[in-house]
Each structure stands twice: as structure tokens, then as C-alpha cells.
């Protein structure tokens, strides 16, 4: 039940981030660079780096969805975000990797084609398999790249490093996720 609020809130969160009536009204397209919101989403993939002497395990099968919107300056921006990661374990049951999680951007260079940031995030993760599930905090810190195509359109390369806190045991987990953006206002 917790993790249907969570993303109830999650979607919620993205949407109040990128919709609001001003931008629609706004002449031209905006670019990456002078852009006060963005909605991107995609293909991530996960590696939970090994406990001890332990092996890594890949989650290779991800998504992500991101909403952001300016807050106070132009370089500085409030950051909402929803992504899973699944994989198949040794007896070939679904282990799912679930995060939500909210923070800030702060973008580095902002070009009219390229824009270059960092961001922290905090929230939640939660791993589920048949018959098992935990919830812990998230944090992840992260950069990325945007890269404008055509228009208000671009490509999102990112990579993030979250550690999730879930029953005494702090996980370290590197994700990369890349996919397609679309930019909002000027």
C-alpha cells in the first residue's frame, strides 16, 4: 500500500513540476539552456555494487521519468523523479528495484544546445521479489548532460550513485540512464 502513495505522489509531484498555464502560452520554442522546465524519461541500467566479497548484480531492464522546474535562479532547479530496475535471479524470479525520490539541479553550463548539471535527490527505494519486500531511504547525487536535437527536444545521458538505507544494510548502487527530453518556457 505505501509504495502505490509513493508513486501516486511521484506522478503527482511530476506533474505539478512541469505543467503550468504560462507555459503554454509562451511564442517559440524554448532550448535547453533558457528552458524553466523539462520532462524527460528513458532506459536506465543498474548495478548494485557487491556487499563484502560479493558479485555485483546488474539490473538491466530499468526506466526513469523526471519532472524539473527553475526555482529562484535560472541555474537552480527542484527535481522530482520515479525509475525501476528489474532482474531476473538464479531461480529466475523478478527482483525489482523501485525509487522515488525528489531534490535539486543545479545546472552548470546552459547553452542554447548543451547543458551540463548535477543534482542530489532524496526519497525512497524499495525491493520487492516473490514473497519478499523492503523499503529504505535514498540518497543520490548524480550529473548528467542534455543535449538539444530539434526544438524544444533533446537526449538525456545521466549517471547517478544512490545509496539506499533498508534494514540495517546501506546498498551502493551506480545507474546510467539515458532517453529524450522535452523543454518548457523560456
Known sequence: ?????????????????????SMAQQPGA??????????AGGYSFLRELPQD????????????????????TPHLMVVGEVGGNSRANLVKETQRLLGVLGGVRYRITRGARLVTFVQGLVGQERF??????????AFQPGAGVDMRVAGPLGVR???DYRLAHEDDITFKELRIAAGGVVWFGR
Open 53 to 72: 566479497n560479493g558479485d555485483p548484480r546488474d539490473y538491466q531492464n530499468g526506466w526513469f521519468v523526471s519532472g524539473a522546474r527553475q526555482l529562484f
Open 30 to 39: 524554448p532550448h535547453a539552456g533558457h528552458a524553466t522546465a523539462d520532462l
Open 157 to 159: 545521458v545521466q549517471m
Open 128 to 137: 520487492s521479489e516473490p514473497g519478499f519486500s523492503q523499503s529504505g531511504v
Open 1 to 21: 500500500m505505501r509504495i502505490h502513495v509513493s508513486l501516486i505522489t511521484g506522478a503527482a509531484l511530476l506533474g505539478a513540476l512541469v505543467a503550468s498555464p
